[in-house]
């Protein structure tokens, strides 16, 4: 039982540096293709494709897309809807699978993003 709950809550870090690489491509108006999780040590891989107010990533490590405009995303990998919120260096949005809240700031090339599901924040650096 305790390995199915670790896969679960591993598959929701996965997606929380997919919203990070979100953002980071939103605020900073570039395509993402990393981002390293400090908490994990690991690069996770994206394919981010960014117009003027659209967005697609492709989430290599997940195996899907997360589209949609620079105010609200689609997870086609959970089949829900985030919300996000940016003004200038910092974001705040909703996740709608999960029913939690989260923001955070980037700061040059490093994202601190607070989850409110789990309490606690994480750090990661984009390229």
Same mark, same amino acid.
């Given at each position: 039982?305790?390995?199915?709950?670790?896969?679960a809550?591993?598959?929701?870090?996965?997606?929380?540096?997919?919203?990070?690489?979100?953002?980071?491509?939103?605020?900073?108006?570039?395509?993402?293709?990393?981002?390293?999780? !400090? /908490?994990?040590? $690991?690069?996770?891989m #994206?394919?981010?494709?960014?117009?003027?107010?659209? +967005?697609?990533? @492709? *989430? %290599?490590?997940?195996?899907?897309?997360?589209?949609?405009?620079n105010q609200?995303?689609?997870?086609?990998?959970?089949?829900?809807?985030?919300?996000?919120?940016?003004?200038?260096?910092?974001?705040?949005g !909703? /996740?709608?699978? $999960?029913?939690?809240? #989260?923001?955070?700031?980037?700061?040059?090339?490093? +994202?601190?993003? @607070? *989850? %409110?599901?789990?309490a606690?924040?994480?750090?990661y650096?984009?390229?």
């Amino acid at each position: 039982m305790n390995k199915v709950r670790f896969i679960a809550l591993a598959m929701e870090d996965n997606k929380r540096v997919c919203v990070a690489a979100v953002v980071a491509a939103i605020i900073c108006k570039k395509n993402v293709s990393a981002v390293y999780d !400090y /908490d994990t040590s $690991r690069y996770l891989m #994206f394919s981010t494709n960014r117009g003027a107010n659209q +967005i697609s990533v @492709y *989430d %290599y490590t997940r195996g899907g897309y997360i589209q949609g405009s620079n105010q609200q995303v689609y997870d086609y990998i959970t089949g829900a809807y985030v919300s996000i919120q940016v003004n200038e260096y910092s974001f705040r949005g !909703y /996740d709608f699978e $999960r029913g939690y809240y #989260f923001n955070g700031q980037i700061n040059n090339r490093n +994202i601190t993003f @607070y *989850d %409110y599901e789990f309490a606690r924040y994480y750090n990661y650096s984009f390229s």
